[in-house]
């Protein structure tokens, strides 16, 4: 178990896995289905409520006068991703499927990732303070636009986005995080202070909606439906898109001349996707039968970039220990 902590498997990540096998082999049908669903859409809104609970506005405002590493950040999250999205659905369509591919496309246009970019920084000696507004901002704004520029790269076929669905981003996600953000005097301190609280709702919320997905795919057939060579496909593609992001990262922070510590904040706030949120905002937007294939890309490049962040902050923590700087 030390060694899996050590390339950043943890239990919960192990936990995602049996979620996810779960959700194959006993799958949650009929009343006990539907049960799931409004637990899972209650725990998604408490979730959210929390993250606005959360919050600190005066760390934002610090990490945004930090303009040009907080801009480089925004930039690779909202226009590098899709850019890059797009072209890999293109070429790789006709080997993925279209929901699969529906699924690479909505990977690219999500937000960063909040408490692990944050963490890998850290653990790296990179500028903490930035990477806490950089993945606040990112996350903040992709409440609004991950919506949108689905909306905008599906507009044909039936994977666009409807009324219902920006209706029930706002009641699940956005109105519980203004709640949270308007109660933040009287209960953030609470919050904070009890932090294995909010633990639990977080990665518990995230194991109720993969278990939801998964059950719904395999309840309507969708596994059987892609092909493992597909499946196999879709793992080296994600793999790619990992590679090219990361690589993009290194050579911008060196380009833009910034500091070790803010091309740690671009490489781990600019690289990462969040599964945190993605999940719920797929729940919103899409079927229930087709959001365990729409997740899939999400939820490998999730776990892939875990490992990749744990070993490469890892090795920066190591030579910084040793007085050497770390490479970008």
Not at 142 to 161: N, Q
Not at 215 to 220: D, N, R
Not at 306 to 322: D, G, H, Y
């Amino acid at each position: 178990m030390k060694y899996l902590k050590r390339i950043g498997i943890d239990t919960y990540m192990l936990l995602l896995i049996a979620t996810v096998c779960l959700g194959v082999l006993l799958p949650a049908q009929g009343v006990a289905a539907a049960g799931l669903k409004h637990v899972t859409f209650w725990a998604v809104a408490l979730l959210f409520f929390l993250y606005g609970a959360k919050l600190d506005p005066s760390s934002v405002r610090a990490g945004l006068m930090n303009w040009r590493l907080q801009g480089l950040t925004f930039a690779a999250t909202y226009l590098m991703f899709p850019v890059i999205g797009l072209a890999l659905a293109a070429i790789f369509s006709p080997a993925l499927g279209a929901t699969v591919t529906l699924g690479l496309m909505f990977l690219s246009v999500l937000p960063s990732t909040v408490q692990s970019s944050i963490a890998f920084t850290s653990i790296a000696g990179g500028n903490v303070p930035a990477a806490i507004c950089a993945a606040s901002v990112s996350n903040i704004v992709g409440v609004v636009l991950t919506p949108l520029l689905v909306a905008l790269l599906l507009h044909t076929g039936d994977g666009g986005v409807s009324l219902d669905s920006v209706i029930k981003i706002g009641t699940q996600i956005l109105l519980p995080f203004v709640v949270g953000q308007i109660a933040r005097p009287w209960i953030g301190g609470f919050v904070k202070k009890h932090k294995v609280l909010t633990m639990v709702v977080d990665r518990g919320s995230i194991l109720l909606i993969v278990y939801s997905a998964f059950s719904a795919g395999t309840v309507s057939g969708l596994w059987q439906s892609i092909p493992v060579a597909s499946l196999i496909m879709l793992a080296l593609v994600v793999l790619v898109f990992l590679a090219i992001t990361m690589g993009l990262m290194v050579g911008a922070g060196k380009l833009f001349g910034l500091p070790y510590p803010d091309r740690a904040v671009l490489f781990y706030c600019g690289s990462t996707k969040s599964l945190a949120s993605g999940l719920p905002i797929a729940t919103a937007l899409f079927a229930a039968d087709k959001v365990g294939a729409i997740v899939l890309p999400v939820m490998i490049y999730h776990m892939s970039q875990l490992l990749v962040c744990a070993f490469i902050s890892q090795k920066a923590a190591r030579r910084e220990e040793t007085g050497a700087v770390p490479a970008g």
